[in-house]
Nanobody, 129 residues
Framework: QVQLVESGGGLVQAGGSLRLSCAAS????????MGWFHQAPGKEREFVGA????????AYADSVKGRFTITRDNAKNTVYLQMNSLKPEDTAAYHC??????????????????????WGQGTQVTVSS
């Protein structure tokens, strides 16, 4: 049974930092690209970033580039999202997602929700001004 469980969300002041974790089970983690998406109330789920199965490649949304960093630990089946210099507009539920590496990391679908097979329930991040 595939499970993705996010943790680490919370309330933080603007300019602060949070580190989200996503623990995976039920599939061969090292064969999967891992992505992070966020969804604010009333809005569509949006791409935040992704990391390749071997951690060599990363991609980020322009809105978070330079502030957020994705890492992974294949020995622990966990992917992380380090969020620095947080802004009120970062407030959203953050979801991790997994897709098989087969189509490659350069595929445009890496940035699309439809490109991912497995999803976590999300963890809420609220940034106060």
């Amino acid at each position: 049974q595939v499970q993705l469980v996010e943790s680490g969300g919370g309330l933080v002041q603007a300019g602060g930092s949070l580190r989200l974790s996503c623990a995976a089970s039920g599939f061969t983690f090292s064969d999967y690209i891992m992505g992070w998406f966020h969804q604010a109330p009333g809005k569509e789920r949006e791409f935040v970033g992704a990391i390749s199965w071997n951690a060599i490649s990363r991609a980020y949304a322009d809105s978070v580039k330079g502030r957020f960093t994705i890492t992974r630990d294949n020995a622990k089946n966990t992917v992380y999202l380090q969020m620095n210099s947080l802004k009120p507009e970062d407030t959203a539920a953050y979801h991790c997602a997994a897709r098989y590496y087969g189509p490659g990391f350069d595929s445009p679908s890496v940035r699309q929700t439809s490109g991912y097979a497995y999803w976590g329930q999300g963890t809420q991040v609220t940034v106060s001004s």
